[in-house]
């Protein structure tokens, strides 16, 4: 899939971008899906609010209740000080996570791509896992920030191998909050690790392991692309997306692979169970 320019590209620099890699018609599909998920969601079961700026308010259970199921996040901002919703519940929701790619036939579909096993290949993954999905809903207004970090800090493999695959559902703009990435930066430290408490711990936490600072303006770069893209970029490669204060939503979908031949760490959040193992494409 990837010529030998874009392999070297993506050594470098830890990202890749493939416009148009997806067809408007998979897009509405799964845009269209995603909506339908969110309209069959009972918000009262379900009232944890999500938030990457503040991890300790995650909730744990409804977090970890997520690694094989369909369940949907609140934006942080969400609800008024009394825990009222502040807006209709479609606009309300911050993501869907995080087994879309093994629960619903619309994201099985477009996530088991034999273009990504091909690239996955192309990249050095010799037995590629798909182990979670996010729909992120990027709200107008209110979607909130996705404060700077590294995916291998949620998804530790020895040696790191954890790749995204950030499907761009709709056009992401400095206005509606696209992703912002550290060229290069891959090559440098994991700086905080996310894990339990223990090996079948429930209690969840995010451990600081470097000092070295995020990126700033001087270093990282806007990742603006149409619909249809796709950016894959590194585990190690720091990432940050901006809130989204426009009047248009942002909708991306995100897979994360790693590589099945890397020993997967049993404090993992994620985990899947013997009789439900995680998959490839
Ligand atoms: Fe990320």
Redesign the pocket.
């Known amino acids: 899939m990837l010529s030998p320019g874009q392999v070297q590209a993506w050594h470098q620099d830890g990202f890749l971008v493939l416009p148009g890699f997806k067809p408007p018609g998979e897009l509405a599909a799964l845009a269209s899906r995603s909506r339908q998920i969110v309209e069959a969601f009972d918000p009262g079961e379900h009232a944890a609010v999500f938030s990457t700026v503040q991890p300790q308010r995650l909730a744990d259970e409804a977090l970890l209740a997520s690694a094989d199921q369909v369940h949907c996040f609140f934006e942080a901002e969400a609800f008024d000080e009394q825990g009222v919703l502040k807006r209709p519940l479609a606009l309300s929701i911050n993501k869907i996570g995080h087994a879309l790619h093994d629960r619903d036939p619309v994201f099985d579909a477009f996530s088991r791509d034999a273009r990504l096993a091909e690239i996955c290949a192309d990249i050095g993954l010799a037995d590629p896992r798909l182990w979670q999905s996010m729909l992120i809903f990027k709200q107008p207004a209110i979607g909130g920030e996705?404060r700077w970090?590294?995916?291998a800090s949620?998804l530790i493999t020895e040696p790191v191998s954890v790749v995204?695959f950030w499907f761009a559902l709709e056009d992401a703009t400095l206005a509606n909050g696209c992703l912002w990435v550290q060229p290069g930066g891959q090559r440098g430290v994991l700086r905080e690790r996310f894990v339990r408490d223990a090996p079948g711990g429930r209690s969840l936490r995010l451990e600081k392991l470097d000092a070295t600072p995020w990126p700033d303006s001087s270093t990282a770069v806007p990742v603006e692309v149409a619909a249809g893209a796709l950016v894959m970029f590194h585990g190690m490669l720091p990432?940050y997306s901006a809130p989204n204060r426009s009047a248009h939503s942002r909708l991306a979908y995100?897979l994360h692979v790693t590589d099945g031949v890397a020993g997967y760490s049993a404090l993992n959040w994620l985990q899947r169970l013997p009789d439900d193992p995680v998959r490839g494409f």
Do not use: E, F, I
Request: aromatic share 12%.
């Open positions: 996705v970090h590294q995916d949620y995204a990432h995100t």
